[in-house]
């Protein structure tokens, strides 16, 4: 038999207060008595009350709920964005809705939609597609976040600094001997990959970069890394992959060609994510601050929900953490190892 879900009338009952008060005590808005707040408080325990926070909201005009669109929650860096979010909202008494669009724009419409209809505060957001029409018509606040975000430069916005890492990758290949690496990148419709290839061109001088266009997946790095080994060689082959999930993929590729990694080719990944310490060799990768994002687009959507002014785009930088994936090339050859020199 169900048990009937307890009322706030109950709460009032079992507390010796009327309605008005018990609700007052509960939601810490008005003047009450310190004893009568903790007889409400002590009832509510009892009888396991749960205020309704649909009719709060519809009362206060905030839910306390908002929403993170991300485009592949498989992905662990977008998992870590999450986290990030996640954590910052907790310590701001605000619970969070998370979706993932799978990088598909209709998915991302009818997610957005359904937040609309949740009564969130406000949304995060990772835009998939090109067009600001659903982005406008959500009618909410709104904070990006990623390098989508610099195709809405009207909108408050967060994401990695992508010259600034795409320079610290291309300043350690260079100092470990190689000359202009080869490029793994996302598919041509994806910002993303429109920055990624700009910050490297613009760093070395050159449009002339042998590129491999892939999904942002394991499985897209490996056939893409296929591709770039079929073609002749004159020289140790270096790639440099706009994500770590295809860098892995690459290594995958090598292995089943049966070269080594970093004997036969360097691998330079761009992401962070905790697998790439468990591959053989270790991934070496330019980290992005997947957590940090998370949280400061929260804190952020925050002070745009209250109104505050917004802060124009946030770039936060992104880090070198150095495995064993790129040989150097510029270390004496009886000094050189896996990795490094030593």
Sequence with gaps: MNRRRPTLHDVASLAGLSKST???????????????????????????????????????GQSRLIGLVIPDIANPFWAEVAKGAQDRAVEADLSLLCFSSDWQSDREARHLRALVRARVDGAIVNPVADSAAALHAFGLPLVLIGSSAGGFPGLPAVGTDIAQSVRLGLDFLNRRGHGTPALIVGPFSRIARTRFVAAVQERLGTEAIETETADY???????????????????HLAVFAANDLMALGAMLALRDRGLDCPDDASLLGFDGIGAGAFSSPGLTTVAKPARALGARAVAMLVEAIEGRPAEGPVHLPGWLIERGSVADLAAPAALRVAGGSR
């Design 22 to 60: 018990a609700a007052r005590a509960l939601s810490g808005n008005g003047p009450v008595a310190a004893k009568a707040r903790q007889r409400a408080a002590a009832a509510a325990l009892e009888l396991g009350y749960e205020p309704n926070q649909q009719a709060i909201s519809m009362r206060s």
């Design 217 to 235: 997946t394991v499985e897209g790095g490996q056939a893409a890394m296929g591709r770039l080994l079929d073609r002749p060689r004159r020289s």
